[in-house]
């Protein structure tokens, strides 16, 4: 899962994971990584995130 947006990727992820959570549909809870050891917030074009399940 890669995501390119101007805010900082703790904030994508905090939005990924509660709309993760929101759609579950066995009660099972989701959590994401960030995976890439490029950051957008160190210059990389895009954070890569991890989400398991
Ligand atoms: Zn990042």
Do not use: L, Q
């Not at 939005?15 to 579950?24: H, L, T």
């Not at 990584?33 to 989400?51: D, I, L, R, T």
């Amino acid at each position: 899962m890669k995501i390119n947006t101007p805010y900082p990727c703790s904030f994508d992820m905090g939005i990924i994971e509660a709309f993760m959570n929101k759609f579950r549909k066995d009660g099972s809870i989701t959590f994401i990584k960030h995976f890439s050891e490029e950051c957008s917030m160190k210059g990389a074009p895009a954070c890569e995130y991890k989400v398991k399940r």
